[in-house]
């Protein structure tokens, strides 16, 4: 797969931009600030309908401005896609998805139409932040593959805010029949928590294995060994509608007390082992590194086995801070995918084999802008 056509409009910092996007390498340089991550921020929103870097959908709206969109032309096996979200701070819904022109039902229909895999400095939190950042990293990659899974997720959530809400109401006293009604949302949480967790257990599965090798690859030392261990209370069982009901049925008392439910996927982890050990408290920056990139390049992997297409490979300011022997796994794993690259200078990119180069500026309004060469 790859984007054919980009369109920006009061987005971030740009008024308005067209960029036809080559097949291969395109590089993106020019100076802090003048709107580069921007760029692939857009395109990472067009795949799953979210920012790489905010959880807050309005900031990628221009200052003062009432609407923004992206709109993206993508190049598929199947043929041409052609998708916009929509963004209004004022009105509601604030976030809109249009395929081929039309509203789309709901924002997980724009699944699949776009797929792309950012790697950027702030992926080092997969590792460094709390299991939060971690279910994200899963969750966004795993909508791309398996479109189905982002309605599980959501159908999830909204029980488990339910069984909240219930709890919270139950301590004001406003319950009568509390048993009753948590076992009817007991039984909804395990059914729709099945549907989580098994995606989720098949696609760590995958990447471990993917990631592993991609690991021992680009490793200087080969003992190093790199594991991802899914961690979870359904993670490893045969059965989990009955282990869920189970947990939730034992923990019910504390839930009462704490006014939340603490059992569920929606607590899940990654254990990330180097040789074993905790990779966040053992390893060396540069491990680090390695084993994010390792994830990465598995992941593409992962999309073209699983989907028979190759994802946009977004590098945000990572390819100058690549030591050769990683660059060149990078540069393997990116044979024949459309990459974008983004650096401050021309010159960080050399090695890329670049079919395009952009300079992005800015204009006397702040509005960013590109210029080819
Ligand atoms: N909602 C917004 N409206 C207008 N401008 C914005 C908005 N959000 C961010 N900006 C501007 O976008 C610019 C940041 O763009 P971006 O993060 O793409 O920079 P960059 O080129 O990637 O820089 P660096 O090399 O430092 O990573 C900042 O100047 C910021 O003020
Ligand atoms: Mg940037």
Redesign the pocket.
């Known amino acids: 797969m790859y984007f054919t056509s980009l369109r920006l409009h009061h987005f971030?910092?740009y008024g308005s931009l067209e960029l036809s996007p080559v097949k291969g390498t395109t590089v993106l340089y020019?100076?802090?600030?003048?709107?580069?991550?921007?760029?692939l921020?857009a395109m990472h929103l067009l795949s799953v309908g979210r920012s790489h870097r905010t959880a807050v959908d309005r900031?990628?709206?221009?200052?003062g401005e009432s609407v923004a969109f992206v709109h993206g032309v993508t190049q598929r096996l199947d043929g041409k896609h052609e998708l916009e979200v929509r963004l209004y701070p004022l009105i509601k819904p604030q976030k809109r998805v249009l395929l081929y022109g039309k509203p789309a039902q709901r924002i997980s229909d724009m699944m699949g139409h776009a797929t792309t895999v950012m790697f950027g400095p702030e992926d080092l939190r997969i590792v460094r932040d709390g299991p939060a950042a971690r279910r994200r990293f899963i969750d966004m990659q795993l909508s791309q593959i398996r479109p189905s899974y982002l309605k599980a997720l959501k159908r999830y959530l909204s029980a488990l805010e339910s069984r909240n809400a219930l709890l919270r109401s139950a301590r004001c006293g406003q319950t009568d029949d509390l048993d009753a009604q948590l076992d009817a949302w007991d039984e909804q949480l395990a059914g729709a928590a099945v549907y989580v967790v098994e995606p989720r257990r098949w696609f760590l599965k995958e990447l471990a294995v993917n990631a592993a090798a991609q690991y021992a690859a680009i490793a200087e030392n080969p003992e190093e060994t790199f594991e991802l261990r899914y961690i979870g209370p359904l993670a490893t069982t045969e059965t989990p509608y009955r282990q869920m009901l189970a947990g939730l049925k034992r923990t019910r008392a504390e839930d009462r007390q704490r006014m939340y439910t603490g059992y569920g996927p929606h607590r899940d982890d990654l254990a990330m082992l180097l040789c074993g050990k905790e990779l966040r408290a053992f390893g060396s920056q540069g491990q680090l590194r390695t084993a994010v990139l390792s994830m990465k390049l598995g992941e593409i992997q992962l999309i073209e086995n699983e989907m028979g297409e190759t994802p946009t490979l977004l590098l945000?300011?990572v390819f100058s801070e690549l030591d050769a022997r990683r660059r060149n796994a990078l540069l393997q794993s990116a044979e024949g995918v459309q990459t974008i690259i983004?650096c401050?200078d021309r010159a960080d990119a050399a090695g890329a084999r670049a079919d395009a180069f952009f300079r992005?500026q800015?204009d006397g309004e702040?509005h960013?802008f590109l210029m080819e060469g």
Do not use: F, H, Y
């Not at 020019?30 to 760029?39: D, M, V």
């Not at 900031?59 to 200052?63: D, K, L, N």
């Open positions: 971030r910092n020019g100076a802090n600030g003048s709107g580069k991550t921007n760029l921020e900031e990628m709206i221009a200052e945000d300011d983004t401050t992005v800015t702040n960013a």
